[in-house]
C-alpha cells in the first residue's frame, strides 16, 4: 500500500482525519506520495470513488497521481475518482449537466472583444483621458473575474480612478461581449468556473472530500468554486513559498488564512527534502527566508553522496553568458532531457537557443509562446471548430481576419450575413443562401457610449466583374456588403471551396490534410511568411521565408499528426483546447520559464540574467509585482536543481548599450559579498 511508504510527516498528513487540513508541502518533500497516500486511505476505508475530487493544475499531474493509485487499486475503482484541473472538471461537469457551451481560447475571445470594441470611436468624444486599448481592457476584465467578487466598475475605477469619465463605454462593451458569448454559447476558462460556482450553489452535488494540489496557486475565483462545493473534507497541499502566480490574479491569502477561515483546521508540515543537496537547499533557504514567514518550517536534507556546491559564473557580456552556458552544456555528461536553463524574461531564452543550436545541441522551449498559440496552428483549430459548431462566430471571425482587406468587425458582418442568408444555418448561407438581401448589421447610434456608426448600404456586385469567381460565388449576396473588396472576395471564394470539398468528410485527420493542401490555407502560409521575413527596409528575405513556410508546414503536420487517434472532429477540438498547453514539442535541453519550470525537477540546473533589473524584473515589479514575489520566484527556480546548480550574470548588453549589476538575490544567497567604500 502507498501508506507503507511514507515517512512520518506524509503519514500524519495523509491519515488525518475528516476536516479542513491544509499540509505545508515545501519543494521536493514529496507532495504527490501524500495525496497518493491520501486517496489510498480514502479508498481503504471505504469512502465511494466517485465521491472524491482530485483538483490539480495541469491534466497531467492529476493522471500521474491516479497511474500510482492504479498500482494498489483496481482500474474499475480508480477510474470512478473526479479529477482533473479546474476548468476540466468544471467543463465535464456542465457537460453532464447538459449546459451547451462551446469553450474558446483568450486568443478568440479577444478578437470577438476587440471587434465589439472597434464600433466605438473614442477619439470623437471630448474626454482629456485617453481610452485604454482594446487587449488591455479585455485582460483587465479577466484578470477583475479572477481577483475579486465586486462589481467590475467599483473594482476598474479603484484601481484607475482617472478613467471614470468612460467607465460607462467600458461596461457597455463588457456588457454587449457578454451577451454575444451567451447567445452563442460561448466561455472563457474564466466562464466555466463561474457558471459551475453557480450550478453548485443550487446543486445536490455532495463530494466526501476534496483535495487541491498546488493551492498557494488558487485565485479568488477557485477558491470561491471550492467553498461552493458541498463537501465533508478539505485536503488542500501547497506551498507558501511557491506562489508565483500573482500577476494571474493567484491570491496568496488563499493559503495564508487557511487557518482562519476554515473551522477547525488543522495545518501539517512535510520537512524532508528528497530532491536537492544539502547545499543547494541552503543556498535556498538563505534566500527565501528574507520573505515574511507565515508557517515556520526548516528543510532536512535526506540526499547523500555526492555534494557539488552552486556555481556562479559572471560574464563580461550578455550573449558571452549565453556562449558559456552552451559549452558548459556541450561538455556535461547528464542527458539533455535531464538538463534545464531557467529564465525570468522570455528574451533570455533566444540568446540560449542560438547558441545551443549553433553547437548542435536540440532543445525545446516551454512558458514561451505554446505550439498551440502559433497563428498556424489556431487557424487550422479554428477551421475545424466553425465545423464542429456552425454558430461560432468566434472561429469565423478569426478565420477571415486573415482575408486581406477584413478586419475583425467587417468579419463579424460577414458571419452575421451568412447566417441571415442560410436563415439561421452559416453553411447554408455560404453554400446556398436561401435570402437574398443584406440584414441590418449596425447598431443604432448612441453617442455616449461611442457609437457613430451609419446604417450599411448596399454595394454594387458588378465591381468584381474582373474576378475570376464561380457562378456561385459571383450568386452569393455578400458581393453586395459595401466594404468587401477584391481580395475579400477571393479569399472567400478559397474558403468555399474548402467547405465544398469536406462536405462529406467526417475524419478530423482527413480534413486536416485537405485544409494543408488547400488554396486557403497557401494564402495563410504566404502571409505568415512574408510577415515572418520582413527586413526593416520593407524587403522580403527569401531565404527566410523559405524557412519561415517550412516551420508552418511542419507545425501544420504535426497537428494533423496529433489528431490521428481522434475519429471524431469534435473530441478532438476539445482535447486540443483543453489540454492544449500542456502538450510539448521536440526533444533535448529544456529552456523554461520559472513559472513553466514549477513542478520540475532535474539534475542539472542553470539560471541566467542575474542581474538587478532582469531578476529581480524592476518593470513587473512597478505593474504591481513585489520583491517578495521574485524572491520566491528565485526560490522555484533554484529547488529544481537536484544536484548540478549553475547561477550566471553579464556586466553589459554591448546591442543595448546597458550596463549591469548583479542580482540582489545573489548578495542573500551568499554567493558575492557588498564590497567596502
Not at 491569502?253 to 536537492?276: C, H, P
Not at 532531457?337 to 525570468?344: H, L, S
Not at 458582418?413 to 438581401?437: A, D, K, Q, W
Not at 451609419?454 to 457562378?471: C, M, N, Q, W, Y
Request: one cysteine or more; aromatic letters at 10%.
Amino acid at each position: 500500500m502507498p501508506l507503507s511508504t511514507l515517512n512520518e510527516e506524509q503519514l500524519s498528513a495523509a491519515t488525518a482525519p475528516t476536516g479542513n487540513n491544509l499540509i505545508i508541502a515545501s519543494a521536493g518533500t514529496g507532495k504527490t506520495s501524500t495525496i497518493v497516500g491520501r486517496i489510498a486511505k480514502l479508498l481503504k476505508s471505504g469512502t465511494e470513488p466517485s465521491k472524491i475530487l482530485l483538483l490539480t493544475f495541469t491534466n497531467k499531474a492529476a493522471g500521474e497521481m491516479l497511474e500510482r493509485v492504479g498500482r494498489y487499486f483496481p482500474s474499475s475503482v480508480v477510474n470512478k475518482i473526479e479529477s482533473g484541473t479546474f476548468h476540466a472538471v468544471s467543463y465535464r461537469w456542465l457537460k453532464q449537466m447538459n449546459h451547451n457551451i462551446t469553450l474558446k481560447q483568450p486568443g478568440e475571445l479577444k478578437t470577438l472583444f476587440r471587434s465589439i470594441y472597434e464600433k466605438r470611436h473614442f477619439k470623437r468624444l471630448n474626454h482629456d483621458v485617453e481610452a485604454f486599448s482594446s487587449t488591455y481592457l479585455y485582460e483587465q476584465f479577466n484578470l477583475y473575474q479572477n481577483a475579486s467578487l465586486d462589481g467590475f466598475d467599483v473594482w476598474f475605477i479603484e484601481k484607475y480612478p482617472d478613467h471614470k469619465p468612460l467607465i460607462d463605454i467600458y461596461m457597455n462593451i463588457i456588457d454587449e461581449y457578454e451577451e454575444t458569448k451567451d447567445n452563442f454559447g460561448f466561455v472563457s476558462f474564466n466562464d466555466l468556473l463561474l457558471k459551475m460556482r453557480d450550478r453548485l450553489l443550487i446543486s445536490e452535488l455532495e463530494m466526501d472530500e476534496v483535495l487541491v494540489d498546488e493551492y498557494q496557486d488558487t485565485n479568488t475565483l477557485q477558491n470561491s468554486l471550492i467553498d461552493s462545493m458541498k463537501k465533508k473534507s478539505l485536503f488542500c497541499v501547497g506551498d507558501y513559498d511557491q506562489s508565483i502566480y500573482a500577476f494571474n490574479g493567484a491570491n496568496i491569502q488563499n493559503i495564508a488564512t487557511f487557518g482562519k477561515r476554515y473551522e477547525n483546521a488543522t495545518v501539517f508540515t512535510l520537512s524532508k527534502n528528497y530532491r536537492s543537496t544539502a547545499t543547494i537547499l541552503s543556498l535556498a533557504n538563505r534566500v527565501i527566508e528574507r520573505n515574511e514567514r507565515i508557517y515556520p518550517k526548516k528543510l532536512i536534507v535526506t540526499i547523500q553522496g555526492k555534494n557539488n556546491p552552486p556555481r556562479l559564473f559572471g560574464h563580461q557580456e550578455l550573449f558571452d553568458q549565453y556562449q558559456a552556458i552552451s559549452k558548459n552544456i556541450k561538455n556535461s555528461y547528464t542527458p539533455s532531457n535531464d538538463i534545464a536553463v531557467i529564465f525570468r524574461n522570455n528574451a533570455s531564452a533566444d540568446g540560449v537557443e542560438a547558441s545551443l543550436r549553433e553547437l548542435g545541441i536540440t532543445c525545446k522551449r516551454k512558458g514561451g509562446n505554446s505550439f498551440f498559440e502559433a497563428k498556424e496552428v489556431k487557424f487550422l483549430l479554428d477551421m475545424l471548430s466553425l465545423v464542429v459548431n456552425h454558430k461560432d462566430m468566434m472561429a469565423f471571425i478569426h478565420i477571415f481576419e486573415y482575408g486581406k482587406g477584413i478586419g475583425s468587425a467587417l468579419s463579424k458582418e460577414m458571419f452575421e450575413c451568412f447566417r441571415h442568408f442560410g436563415e439561421g444555418h452559416l453553411f447554408t448561407g455560404i453554400l446556398s443562401p436561401r435570402v437574398f438581401n443584406l440584414p441590418k448589421l449596425n447598431p443604432n447610434k448612441n453617442l455616449q457610449l461611442g457609437l457613430f456608426d451609419d446604417d450599411t448600404e448596399i454595394g454594387s456586385v458588378s465591381r468584381f466583374a474582373k474576378l475570376p469567381l464561380s457562378e456561385h460565388i459571383r450568386s452569393n449576396p455578400i458581393l453586395k456588403h459595401p466594404k468587401l473588396t477584391d481580395d475579400g472576395v477571393l479569399f472567400f471564394s478559397a474558403y468555399y471551396d474548402y467547405i465544398k470539398s469536406i462536405k462529406n468528410v467526417k475524419s478530423p485527420q482527413h480534413m486536416l490534410a485537405k485544409l494543408i493542401d488547400s488554396t486557403l490555407y497557401g494564402s495563410v502560409i504566404e502571409m505568415l511568411s512574408n510577415q515572418r521575413a520582413k527586413l526593416k527596409s520593407g524587403e522580403i528575405d527569401q531565404d527566410k521565408k523559405a524557412l519561415a513556410k517550412e516551420r508552418i508546414i511542419r507545425k501544420a503536420r504535426l497537428l494533423k499528426d496529433l489528431s490521428a487517434p481522434y475519429k471524431e472532429v469534435g473530441r478532438f477540438v476539445n482535447a486540443m483546447v483543453l489540454g492544449g498547453n500542456e502538450l510539448s514539442e521536440g526533444d533535448g535541453v529544456n529552456l523554461l520559464t520559472v513559472h513553466a519550470s514549477k513542478g520540475l525537477e532535474f539534475t542539472e540546473v542553470y539560471i541566467t540574467d542575474l542581474m538587478d533589473g532582469r531578476f529581480p524584473n524592476t518593470k513587473l515589479m512597478g505593474k504591481g509585482g513585489s520583491l517578495d514575489e521574485e524572491r520566491r520566484l528565485f526560490y522555484v527556480a533554484v529547488t529544481r536543481a537536484k544536484e548540478k546548480l549553475y547561477l550566471s550574470y553579464a556586466k553589459h548588453d554591448k546591442v543595448k548599450k546597458l550596463d549591469f549589476k548583479p542580482s540582489p538575490f545573489l548578495y542573500e544567497a551568499g554567493l558575492l559579498k557588498i564590497k567596502s567604500d
